[in-house]
Each structure stands twice: as C-alpha cells, then as structure tokens.
C-alpha cells in the first residue's frame, strides 16, 4: 500500500536518525559536521520536514549522499527487451 507524504518524510527521518545513532553522533554533532543548523535537524527528525538542500548536506556528512544521488534511478531492466528499449533516448515533451 502507498504511504502518505507524511509517513514517507516520517520514514526518511526515522531512518536518517537511526543512521546518525549508529555513527554515534549526536544531533549537534551531525549539524557541526554538515553545516545545517541544529534547529532544522531536530524538525526533521521530529516532523520529517527539511529542505531538500539540507537534507542532503545530512546525507553527506554520514556518507550516504550515494542514496540521494540514485533516487530516481530508472529500475534495473528485468529482461533484455527492456534493457534494449531503455537505452533507446527518450522523447522530451511536456505531458498533463
């Protein structure tokens, strides 16, 4: 089942958290470290909002940018017929 926005941007913190906690960093220290302010972080780790800025900065200062960077990764072709279609280039053109 789809998650809300909220239960996502809830998950995301939760796990950015547990991150830092494996780190054994605190909420300051991981502010210190990625220059985002200690206020913004203890938001998004209580209300999942952040700036999509600043969350990166997080993501790297544990060494977890590559998460962000894959994002919105195409999914691996599950057949050789994909594979050969994904590597066609795509149209670009405005959709509704």
Do not use: H, Y
Not at 13 to 19: C, E, F, I
Not at 41 to 69: K, M, N, P
């Amino acid at each position: 089942m789809l998650e809300t926005v909220q239960e996502l941007a809830d998950g995301v913190a939760a796990r950015l958290r547990s991150v830092r906690l494996d780190v054994d960093l605190t909420q300051a220290g991981l502010a210190a470290r990625s220059g985002v302010t200690l206020a913004s972080l203890r938001r998004f780790e209580t209300t999942g909002q952040i700036a999509l800025e600043s969350l990166i900065r997080l993501a790297q200062a544990l060494g977890r940018d590559a998460d962000i960077a894959t994002l919105f990764a195409p999914p691996p072709a599950a057949n050789l017929d994909e594979l050969v279609t994904s590597s066609k280039p795509r149209r670009r053109g405005r959709r509704s």
